[in-house]
């Protein structure tokens, strides 16, 4: 008889998207000898689409780091050994240093990183998810789910700083508390650097006072005391000389954009419908609701009427919560809308799943913290794909209405206009009335347009008499 053998477990570079080759460590949440159990957060990996969190998948003990913060791998290569069974760690870590295996990262041996290095270091950033790309989901996004944005990149020929140390500068401002020291994730970097902000100003609100991609995007500089004493008005930034030029690379996320685009444009035959919206008397139930939940600190926004209108409209639809692998289509009963989420120069999608279950106020509870981790790189591997369908929003930038491109391999896509006062004529008299445009892009291959137009009709029906999503 024979008894099973203890066998550490390998932590593999993941597959996040089918255009994804290869991914960079952002980040390690946990180090060599630390305790993980299951489903526990190790790491942040830059995808060629988004920067999200590696949860673990089995418990254990981290044995060895195999790649270091910054350093790029293929994907399914290891980057790190967890303990799972009676193994020791350090005989753990030694078989694998005897493969020649690279050793962790020994970030106390390595030289400090000169101040010059950290433009280089910028490189490093993570790249979200692009709303349209290949596989991905998307839909609301505005400040309340709704608007398209799009996603944060990594420069291309940018010199990246030693993949085995975290890059340090000497500090002389406010820093981020760790002494004569500055540390930064290096998507914060990146986008420090795009933005002309001065790492020595943002206070960082990571682990140790690491500074993380929302402290940079929410970094406000402080007035000098001059300027605040005479209460003068903020220098204006300096304008380009006339005829100057700026050469700018496309950079790792802008050509996923741009690749997903094209194929979507060139493969699938779009057409478009629109129909307007009379949300007049959801405002006014919205705003009755918010009253009586004002005391527990919740605020509907319009964006949860839509989403829910749009996840019942669906359900009554199915051809439209589809996707077509070129072969079959696939019908989902269960709908997942994703939040299409500004970041620094581009967009990340976050997925919320079986969203046709959830009311308006758990969908408004789901839909905060959702965006908000999206949004501090810290989105998690099962909330960046499988979505049904799309919906992008440009309204709070008051765009009457546009349309979307599909993203595959969905077939639909609902483009959300502004909600605004418009002339309107009812009866014979013209009124106000509070209106909304949507136009929905469809693929003429799985979708008709007689199926499309009913989806719309289901969907104005709901939101013009919102207690029908109730039936």
Known sequence: MYSEVPMPTEITMPQQSDTMTEGTVVAWRKKEGDKIKQGEIVAEIETDKAVMEMEAFEAGTIAVVLVAEG????VGSPIAVVATGKEIPADVKKQYANRGAAGPPAAASQPAVKPTAVAADSATSGTPQPLHSSGATATIEEPTPGEIHEPASVGHGATRTPAHAV?????????????DRIIASPLARRIAADKGIDLHQVRGTGPNGRIVQQDVLTFAPEPSKAVADRGAAPVASPTRAAGATEVIPMTKMR??????????????????ETIDIDVEELSAMRARINEQLEKQKIKLSLADFIAKGVCVALLRNPAVNATFDGSNITRYADVHLGMAV???DGLIVPVLK??????????REKTGPLIDRARSGKQKQDEASGGTFTISSLGAFGIRDFAAIINPPQVAILAVGAAEKRAVVRGDQVVARTMMSV???????????????????TLKTLLEEPGMMLV
């Open 71 to 74: 350093q790029k791998v293929p």
């Open 167 to 179: 890059p340090t500068v000497p500090s002389h401002g406010k820093g981020n508390g760790n002494g």
């Open 255 to 272: 050509s996923a954009i741009a690749a997903a685009l094209q194929r979507s444009k060139q493969q699938i035959p779009h057409f478009y």
């Open 342 to 344: 500004a970041v620094a």
């Open 354 to 363: 079986n969203a046709d279950k959830m009311g308006l106020r758990e969908l």
């Open 439 to 457: 136009t929905l892009s469809a693929d003429h291959r799985i979708v008709d347009g007689a199926t499309a137009a009913e989806f719309l009709r």
